[in-house]
């Protein structure tokens, strides 16, 4: 009783499972995936068997569509309840959805997605999910967010709403590079789960992110100023405005944000939201 889409970036460096339901921590039970092989999202009565299993498939070759086929064969529990996506580090993305599953279900794939749903509002929630995907270019947790969004404004789970979870990964794009998951965020009881995603993938990119070196505001003249003022105003007065800069960003989290000699536009605007002070 989900809506789903996995998806995998334009050059296959990005793969991941935006997912929504009337159920509670949907992104417990749905998606897995893993980097440079593949992401599935099972559902309506799933078997989270499939999660490895289908994994397993995807990095020995297996196509997408192929492992669908094998999932569902090997299946000895309710196969017409089920319903699954998978997509493939490369080629068309495959759904399936059993012939018992609730009204209304059904999905759609393509090169490099599928979106799937039942127990939805009607067929405009995963035709409006697959419309969104094909419209948008954005960074692949963006752009998974959005066709969730997309399905979630058509309708959604006609039971209403309760869960939401985005899971993506991409190799060395986990936090300092030391890991593989880029995006794993949960929302797990909320009466607007998918808003409520939307708000902490904000979050995430801000806390998690590096900064676009084009925007980076050198530190001098009146920046400098500014920031050192600010600074002392926290009870950061060192000798060093870099290191004062550094240690203040640490202790908000921003550490993946800080630059030697510049300053991220994002930090800044953090900065003058959390400080006072006068201004000559």
């Known amino acids: 009783m989900t809506f789903s889409i996995v998806g995998r970036s334009a050059d296959g460096a990005a793969i991941g499972v935006a997912v929504a339901s009337k159920f509670l921590g949907v992104g417990a039970a749905v998606p897995a995936a893993l980097v440079n092989v593949g992401a599935v999202a099972t559902q309506s009565y799933a078997n989270l068997a499939y999660r490895p299993q289908a994994l397993a498939l995807l990095s020995t070759g ?3 569509e192929s492992v ?7 299946d000895d529990g309710p196969v017409s309840h089920r319903q699954l996506g998978v997509v493939g580090a490369s080629g068309p993305g ?39 995907w094909l419209a948008t270019s954005d960074a692949l947790p963006y752009r998974l967010l959005a066709a969730l969004r997309a399905g979630d404004q058509a309708g959604g789970d006609r ?3 309760q869960s939401a979870a985005l899971l993506v990964v991409s ?6 590079g030391t890991s ?22 904000t979050m995430h ?9 084009d925007s980076l505001l050198p530190l001098r003249g009146d920046v400098a100023d500014e920031v050192r003022a600010r600074l002392a105003s926290t009870g950061f007065t060192g000798s060093d405005l870099d290191d004062d800069l550094a240690s203040w960003a640490g202790v908000e989290n921003l550490e993946m944000r800080v630059v030697s000699g510049a300053i991220d536009p994002l930090v800044l605007a953090h900065l003058r939201e959390v400080t006072h002070v006068e201004q000559p």
């Open 68 to 74: 669908v086929k094998g999932l569902i064969a090997a």
């Open 205 to 213: 990119s801000l806390y998690f992110e590096s900064p676009d070196p």
């Open 180 to 201: 593989d998951v880029w995006v794993d965020l949960r929302v797990d009881d909320h009466p607007d789960p998918v808003a409520e995603l939307a708000r902490l993938l």
């Open 171 to 176: 190799q060395g794009r986990g936090y300092g």
């Open 94 to 132: 495959a759904t399936f959805t059993g012939s018992d599953c609730h009204d209304w279900a059904g999905g759609v794939s393509g090169d490099g997605y599928a979106a799937q749903g039942n127990m939805l509002a009607g067929p405009d929630v995963v035709a409006r999910m697959q419309e969104s």
């Open 62 to 64: 297996v196509d997408a």
């Open 159 to 161: 039971r209403g709403r």
